[in-house]
Nanobody
Framework: QVQLVESGGGLAQPGGSLRLSCESS????????MGWYRQAPGKQREWVAT???????NYRDFVKGRFTISTDNAKNTVFLQMNSLKPDDAAVYYC?????????WGQGTQVTVSS
C-alpha cells in the first residue's frame, strides 16, 4: 500500500517561512509527478504546486516567487518551501501523487499564519 506522510506544518507569522515535507512509502521515481494542494476552512481543495519526475516545477500564480517545490529522491521525499507567508496561505496542506492511475493523498498538515 502506497502511503504519503506530510510533516512540517505549524504556526508562522505573516512574512515568515515554513518547510513542508512529504515522505513516500515507495520510491518517488515511481510517480510521474507529485504535488501539493491545500484546503482552507469552507473552501474547496486547490492545487498549489507540482513537480515532475524530471524535476520540472509548476506553481499556481498566487504562490509563484514565494513557494518552492523540490524533491530528495534518496529520501523519497517532496518538499514545499514556503516563504513570505500570508494569512491567506493558512490551510491544511496535502501531498498528492498518482500511482497506477489511482490518486494517493497524505493525511494533511496544518499551516496557520497569524501574528
Amino acid at each position: 500500500q502506497v502511503q504519503l506522510v506530510e510533516s512540517g506544518g505549524g504556526l508562522a507569522q505573516p512574512g515568515g517561512s515554513l518547510r513542508l515535507s512529504c515522505e513516500s512509502s515507495i520510491n518517488i521515481v515511481s510517480f510521474n509527478a507529485m504535488g501539493w494542494y491545500r484546503q482552507a476552512p469552507g473552501k474547496q481543495r486547490e492545487w498549489v504546486a507540482t513537480i515532475t519526475s524530471g524535476g520540472s516545477p509548476n506553481y499556481r500564480d498566487f504562490v509563484k516567487g514565494r513557494f518552492t517545490i523540490s524533491t530528495d529522491n534518496a529520501k523519497n521525499t517532496v518538499f514545499l518551501q514556503m516563504n513570505s507567508l500570508k494569512p491567506d496561505d493558512a490551510a491544511v496542506y496535502y501531498c498528492n501523487a498518482y500511482y497506477r492511475g489511482i490518486a494517493i493523498w497524505g493525511q494533511g498538515t496544518q499551516v496557520t499564519v497569524s501574528s
